[in-house]
């Protein structure tokens, strides 16, 4: 029993109290938890997110990757604000959308509570998530698009694909009525921007010199931190989409780390045996396939599951990216399909399945419930589905606006940081 | 006056300038090179690609000497830098027609 | 109605009870909140900071733009916890300075609670502040003073510079009294620093072949991940000031998430149209000109104002590191003066224009108070003033105790990493 | 009087109500606190120590590093929850060990609580406790160990040396019986991974060339960048250790930072004492040297006493390493022993001196109570004995198991990174 | 024996490389220069400050060969490493007097 | 034609460069080279540990000129790169047979 109900129970015996003035009331302690959960979200992009993906892009990109990640955090604080809350959290239009009321956050202020949270820190939690879901779909193109493109294809995306899928699952849209279960963003987060990450490329198409050159990682280094500080704040991520500092935050925690450390290991091991080689860029995207696949399952599942979770992302990590990709001969420069759309999916599978009533109250296929896997196919078949048509729309619309969505063969010859922005990375000589 | 330019591995170097030094050696220029040749390089392996590095990384050493010391050198070089392997590297002889120091203006043999 | 209102009222309405007892309750949600502020804020100066500054400095002198920062709050910490808070927060005298009561801390203990707070949680949270408005001093002077002098600077201008001017804002002096608005230190923090920087600056003089030789960054990836780790501190910077998480905490967050996001753009769209090229130093700058500009009003502003706010500082910020400085022709290193002094003069203003009641109950110029305004801009003239004048006496104090403040031309040239230190940032080769 | 305990009183007043209703209250303000230090304690391995430790190896042995550090962490994170904490916190046998009632924390669910905060987070929390620790003994052996054996070493460790003591001092065994006091892990965690360092740098003998050939490190810039994080993850280790958001998390809060500032400007001082130049690798050592030795006394002293800590720590710190390494001649590459090991006996001693009942009720010897300083040397005694004659075993073991500990010298020469992960750290040419 | 040295454009290095091992050339040391030259440099601006980056970056490719493949040599590098742009590089050909194989101790073009 | 190879320090690259273009000099390739001489390394302390950093930084520059112009460039190097100091370089002059333009092909003094 929490704290809070306890409190609740002790008043409730002692004076007549309207249900309305109850469930209006900010509690410190979960306001507290998600300030910094929606701060720890907010760093995983400009900071993990921004090292791990620039270190593994080319050293002549590196400062460009920095770039595209940074502005798209920074055009999610605002799309968000103006007018991407109230589109995902506004009053439901037909499931599909959310209403324009809140445009420029009108309507909250700052009293507004949500659940126990100022209602102001519920609206910057899920900011975070919009910023972090756009700049993670940059993984599978950096190298060779214009950064003009970015921007506009990014305050598109935003608008039109993630503000619905968000709506959907998390605003009062049809997913969730339909009982698709999505702690933290199984399919608005990783299948939303993997596929849309490979829609991009397959359009964008392959880096010059794709699969003959040697197209190293400018500093296994910093994607290493960056895959320290993505952990790190994926704590907030997903233990913070409890919205409290409660036993199930707790139980999302746990779970969150242990499939981190799984898919590490898998992915370390799995590498170690067929290629001989326990690398540090293996165990760092081992980390983050681990964390993907338990962010839609993390406030329903034991700790067994997530030991299987992790174990299984990790090797599905390894294989898509050192199989798959191979084999169906797509140039997702740094793997935002093979590990986050993969990953993703297999983590909404597998919500379907070890779903545990102990932990929230809804169960899987291993506990009796094999409807809800039904479900998770279901949301998983229509969130890849409305992406990749959605995001190919906005695509070409991009393509038309910004006239060509590539950078001119010798700009990525040069490299994009001198050609597009004039810098160098590192002037350490 | 000779320049020996001398392509070593890097591990090398401190061998190789306590010798030259053992031989009263005391001045010498060094550049980091890398190396194309005999010795294969290794197998890099990022998220599935393989890539062949084969530019191995060397040094060069650059020696300016007077002409009557060119073999004791070339030997100590030789002997000091090898282990044996392939890609202990190679040593090259050239002409050298003028020599001045910077410092002193001071030119030929007495500005080594 | 917050959780811990309400509590009192239940409590209230049970049983007579002394209200020095009420004020005196420690609140675990709040204390949380500004414990984890407090860590945010200490990490913004070893970590954020020294990155900002040092990715921004040659890079001979990166190690030494590292050290003066690290050695900043190293210093802050111990003089703060000595004499620093007592001068501070002690009972006023004359509202000019705190009395020396509180030497090493005496008189607080463990129980003792401010607010909703342990004392000692109060004093560390205040203790950051300190620590990193000295270290954004040196932003205007790296690369050329003596590390002997910056210590002895350090302490003194913490003492005689700090401490008067945070006491008048925050701790019942006279600006506060007045009624300036300063939620989290655009007087205390940024125009005195910027002040400070420029008045040091001016006094060491220009570095050897400013304005002929290329100078640049060591490592633009440095700073901007410096940049995102101080967006990341700065949360705890503005939201903590409240000093509880409760809905002025949220809209504070809510609001320096915005400014920053705006700033980064502002700034970036800017020099794109001027010089045809966006650049990351660019982005990262204006990140934290965003920033700065929010920190005085955070607790009294609305989104919308926020919005502006964070677009004139990027602005701002942009002309003047790219056209004031040149035309005046100071050298103000890494722009501490152009970046902090002047988004924070135009911060305290916009607070006197935009402040709105519904926030924290303050209104400023566009809700009918000009007063507010001119109040703001008296607290603006004075602090410039004090710390102006103050900042030339201790510099001069400085130069006389170490024997000059300038290293030998020599060092100068040869980096002060391997002059002062004798180490090298990196040894990568 | 803390929030919680009022709002006991208050109930208490009110109801009759059972003890055990009331002990199992969870706190959302505690929780909140504990979940973020865990966070931030974790932060601590796989970002702050992997900056700290990679940054002073050598180049070539950078990554290596790296995916030690994070392999600790991964594998503590997985026996942790497997065997680990019912090893240490399951219930005792004869003051020496846990026993297994909790294998995959069987028993223990979402609606568990401890103290005040769910069970679920004090595992946690005290897994990232586990996971440095095994990280931190790395530290003397880095550059010249198989990452296999390392494995294996690591495996072992946590299992047959952490757990045991863990359990002695926090899980109910004999030395927290006896009444030791040990706040966050002087005994636990530094004066155990110090002297299980130093046994393992024994058997493994010198690296090829030490004492002779120029070991810089790769990168002071890294090194300072996690010494910084260390801090600030370091709150989350000492204040976080109390288990809740009150006075005594504030007091400990406030004497760890103290004691890191002082430990790194007596390091400082003292080596450009001696050696005349202050090097950004002294102060970012002093830092931890002071963190370390404040850790087993942070929540039972006083600033004053925290003043004095630091100052000893970083003189004692730099002395160690500068000298009593060189004289002795053993080759503890990044001075686990020597930093950890030492200042760990140091803190451990001076808990047992400055301990002030006026913080938690504890005494020291200057406050009249010299039995504690006994307890504190036999507790000290009793963990180098068993750590030393434990890891040595666990040595032998994994040295016959993994067939030799050490890589093949031409591996050693031609560095970990490319010889054993195939990588190299940087490729910014 | 002859010495040549030739100053490319870094991107082309593969193809150069390439052209080298069609005519059987398999060994070679290259280094990472900078040049200056007709070729402008880029201008950079760094917080509003302008600055002329004149130096670029290149790559030196060094190859020893036996005198009568110094003609094929030359041609190959120049076709290979050219692309008709200005900064496209410079090959010297120079004398070399000896060579040694670390290794074996083998002169001459044995060492080759 | 010759070829001219100058270690200077690295500070005064800027005032070589300029020294060179006064009098019509305008391409140069340079590289990142250490040196070891009569000039000393410095200690640098180690965690109490102490090395002697016995390579000094150095720029190497290289310019190919006619013969005839030889003198008039040694001068100018020597002149502008002096600082009268331990370690300010050395300049070595070596003949060239032949230079080749790759851009256009063309060869010799047209070359250059
Ligand atoms: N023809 C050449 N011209 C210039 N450098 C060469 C040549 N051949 C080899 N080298 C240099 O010598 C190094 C060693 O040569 P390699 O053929 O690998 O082994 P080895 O010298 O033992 O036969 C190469 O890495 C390269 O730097
Ligand atoms: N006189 C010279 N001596 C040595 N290197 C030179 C000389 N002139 C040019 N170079 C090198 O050749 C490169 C290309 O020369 P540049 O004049 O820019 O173009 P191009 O060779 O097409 O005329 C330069 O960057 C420089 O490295
Ligand atoms: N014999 C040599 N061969 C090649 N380079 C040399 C030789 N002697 C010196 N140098 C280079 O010249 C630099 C300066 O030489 P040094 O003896 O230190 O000073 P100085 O030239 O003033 O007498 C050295 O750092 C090294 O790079």
């Known amino acids: 029993m929490t704290k809070k109900s306890m409190l609740l129970t002790a008043v409730l015996l002692l004076m007549p109290i309207s249900s309305a003035f109850a469930a209006d009331v900010i509690d410190s302690g979960d306001t507290a938890w998600i300030i910094v959960a929606t701060a720890l979200v907010m760093m995983m992009t400009p900071a993990g997110l921004a090292l791990f993906y620039s270190g593994m892009s080319r050293y002549k990109n590196l400062l460009n990757t920095f770039a595209m990640t940074f502005v798209s955090y920074c055009l999610g604080s605002i799309i968000w604000v103006v007018w991407g809350y109230t589109l995902t959290f506004g009053p439901d239009h037909g499931g599909l959308i959310g209403g324009l009321d809140h445009l420029f956050l009108n309507g909250i202020d700052v009293n507004s509570v949500s659940g126990s949270i100022p209602t102001f820190v519920f609206v910057l939690f899920q900011l975070t998530f919009a910023g972090i879901t756009v700049a993670l779909v940059l993984g599978s193109v950096v190298d060779r698009m214009k950064f003009s493109s970015w921007i506009v294809f990014a305050t598109l995306w935003l608008t039109f694909i993630y503000c619905p899928i968000a709506h959907w699952v998390w605003g009062g849209g049809w997913m969730g009525e339909m009982g698709a279960l999505d702690f933290a963003g199984g399919n608005v987060v990783h299948i939303n921007a993997g596929v849309a990450g490979l829609v991009l490329a397959l359009v964008l198409g392959k880096r010059k010199g794709y699969g003959r050159d040697a197209m190293f990682p400018s500093s296994v280094t910093l994607t290493a931190l960056g895959a320290a500080l993505l952990w790190f704040g994926w704590f907030g991520f997903n233990a913070g989409s409890q919205l409290a500092a409660d036993g199930v935050a707790g139980s999302a925690f746990l779970v969150t780390n242990t499939s981190a450390a799984m898919g590490a290991l898998a992915w370390m091991f799995a590498e170690w045996y067929f290629t001989k080689r326990p690398t540090v860029l293996g165990i760092a995207s081992g980390v983050v396939a681990g964390l993907v696949a338990i962010t839609p399952a993390a406030g329903f599942v034991n700790l067994q599951a997530s030991l299987i979770i992790g174990l299984v992302a990790g090797v599905l990590g390894y294989f898509s990216v050192s199989t798959l990709k191979l084999k169906l001969g797509y140039d997702d420069s740094l793997d935002a399909f093979g590990v986050h759309g993969l990953c993703g999916i297999w983590g909404a599978l597998a919500t379907g399945l070890f779903a545990s009533p102990a932990i929230s109250g809804a169960s899987g296929l291993f506990y009796g419930n094999p409807k809800q896997l039904v479900i998770q196919i279901v949301s998983i078949v229509a969130t890849i589905a409305f992406t990749a048509i959605g995001t190919l729309i906005v695509v070409y619309i991009t393509k038309f606006a910004t006239g060509g969505l590539r950078v001119e063969l010798d700009q990525e010859v040069e490299g994009l940081d001198s050609a597009l922005h004039g810098e160098r990375a590192f002037e350490i000589g | ?112």
């Open chain 2, 1 to 112: 006056m000779k320049k020996i330019e001398a392509i070593i591995k890097p591990f090398k170097l401190d061998d190789v300038k306590q010798a030259l030094s053992d031989i009263g050696l005391q001045g010498m220029t060094i550049t980091e090179v890398k190396g194309y040749g005999r010795q294969k390089g290794h197998k890099e392996i990022y998220r599935g690609a393989e890539y062949l590095v084969d530019f191995i990384p060397k040094i060069k050493i650059e020696i300016a000497v007077a002409a009557d010391r060119v073999d004791e050198v070339l030997e100590t070089i030789q002997k000091s830098a090898n282990t044996g392997k392939i890609g202990d590297g190679k040593i090259f002889v050239m002409s050298l027609e003028q020599i001045i120091r910077v410092r002193t203006g001071e030119t030929g043999l007495e500005a080594i």
